[in-house]
């Protein structure tokens, strides 16, 4: 069992910043591709950001640039940094990891940038 715990998201201005923490109830230090996703009102949910048990990272095209998935194995936790934060970034942010055959997911944090 792995329990992801979503925090940092809030209400921001656009052209701000947040930081997201996602924190793993188990070590993290063999798990690959822990990734980020959101999902706005009405939308499917979507990627944003994959990074594998080294420091490969992926990014969704919308958010290259502005966005830095890092991870701490030391503090089990992977971070999202969104800068430049648009009224289109507004969705709730879940972090997610795959283990073995399961899939396992946060409950997600709401971020709202206001324009």
């Known amino acids: 069992q792995v329990r992801l715990v979503e925090s940092g998201g809030g209400l921001v201005q656009a052209g701000g910043s947040l930081r997201l923490s996602c924190a793993a109830s188990?070590?993290?230090?063999?798990?690959?591709?822990m990734g980020w996703y959101r999902q706005a009102p009405g939308k499917q949910r979507e990627s944003v950001a994959v990074?594998?048990?080294?420091?490969?990272?992926v990014y969704a095209y919308s958010v290259k640039d502005r966005f830095t998935i890092s991870r701490d194995n030391a503090k089990n936790t992977v971070y999202l940094q969104m800068n430049s934060l648009k009224p289109e970034d507004t969705a709730v942010y879940y972090c997610?990891?795959?283990?073995?055959?399961?899939?396992?997911w946060g409950k997600g944090t709401l971020v709202t940038v206001s324009s």
């Open positions: 990074i594998s048990s080294g420091t490969t990272t």
């Open positions: 997610s990891v795959v283990v073995g055959n399961r899939e396992y």
């Open positions: 188990v070590s993290i230090f063999n798990l690959n591709n």
